[in-house]
């Protein structure tokens, strides 16, 4: 079993190498092996390797920028998925990719279901639309899955911002009406693998119990976030709350109550977000049989990393 992973310098990237790394033959490749706005590159990478299983976790993710690099966005979030999948379609192999929330208005009074109609309001949110219907298109044993407000222990998020300024500042204004699930990379790892397991394309601890083998492979279109909701007050509020617990806090001179709620109209930004985040779980939970935790353990985790993390710095 062959796995080449994309975006190995990212968030999602660097959360999938020691999970693959134990139980495949497998390439991981970032920006200096391979520019993925050169569609060549990536054809020549996949033609030599060979893989089984593609797992994209690169993307154009700097969402205001990509007003700007109109085409280096649509390049990466549009054309390399295309190809990837279309390079995969010709070995056989099967392709993993990643989508975003990004891709509906937010108009909706309750979450999204995986069938319901894109409308993206930003570059960011259409190139990632359009990576979606190039993966769909052209590889058939394709998993897509939507995801949000991705964060790590690792990389550039909103809960690192948040403890960063923590720091520096005694008040700070957040948005609180735009509503989401705030989704850990070990979570969405998590999640994949059981997919790829259950599907019969990645060995693992699940093919050892026959009853858990699911018969028919299920490929497509799958939302994958974190259960639970919140909107990026509340969620601020419960990183400085839960980092100070921790005994994290030491150097904070914001507390939560100094954290001031504030409508999106009051922080303009270049790409318009949706208000509406929510993204419905029911098919992911139904057809892999996953356990979704709640988004609050997922920050407790990456926390209690993060701490480790600093522990070793200062020591
Ligand atoms: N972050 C979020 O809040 C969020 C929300 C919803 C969905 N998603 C989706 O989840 C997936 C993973 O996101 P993430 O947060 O892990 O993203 P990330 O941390 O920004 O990582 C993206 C990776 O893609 C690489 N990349 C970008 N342009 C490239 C190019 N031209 N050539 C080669 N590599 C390139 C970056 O390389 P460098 O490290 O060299 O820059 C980076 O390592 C993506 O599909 C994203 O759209 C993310």
């Known amino acids: ?178 509503w989401g699930a705030p989704t850990s990379t070990g979570l969405i790892v998590k999640a994949t693998m059981t997919a790829l397991q259950r599907n019969g394309v990645v060995k693992g601890e699940l093919e050892a119990n026959a009853q858990n083998a699911s018969r028919t492979a299920n490929w497509g279109l799958f939302n994958l976030v974190a259960s639970g909701e919140t909107n990026w007050h509340a969620y601020a509020q419960y990183v400085i709350q839960r980092a100070t617990d921790l005994g994290m806090g030491s150097d904070f001179v914001l507390t939560g109550s100094k954290i001031i709620p504030i409508p999106s109209k009051d922080y303009p930004q270049l790409a318009p977000r949706p208000f509406n985040s929510r993204l419905d779980l029911l098919k992911i939970k139904d057809t892999f049989d996953v356990k979704i935790a709640d988004w609050r353990e997922g920050v407790d985790e990456e926390l209690e990393k993060i701490k480790h993390m600093q522990a070793i710095e200062n020591a």
């Open 1 to 178: 079993m062959k796995i080449l992973l994309f975006g190995k310098d990212g968030q999602l990237g660097r959360e999938f190498i020691p999970v693959i790394g134990t139980c495949s033959e497998f390439l991981s490749v970032g920006r200096a092996e391979c520019d993925l706005a050169d569609e060549e590159q990536i054809q020549v990478i996949i033609q030599q390797f060979k893989p089984d299983v593609i797992i994209n976790a690169s993307a154009y993710t700097a969402v205001d920028q990509a007003e700007k690099e109109v085409e280096l966005a649509r390049l990466v979030n549009t054309q390399a998925p295309t190809v990837m999948a279309q390079e995969a379609q010709r070995l056989g192999a099967a392709i993993v990719h990643y989508s975003t929330d990004y891709v509906f208005d937010g108009r909706k009074q309750s979450p999204y279901f995986e069938t319901d109609e894109c409308h993206p309001l930003s570059v960011y949110g259409s190139t990632k639309y359009l990576g979606e219907l190039g993966v769909e298109k052209n590889c058939q044993r394709h998993l897509i899955f939507r995801t949000s407000w991705v964060f790590s222990a690792h990389g550039s998020n909103f809960l690192k911002t948040i403890l960063r300024l923590a720091a520096s500042k005694e008040t700070l204004n957040v948005i609180d009406d735009q």
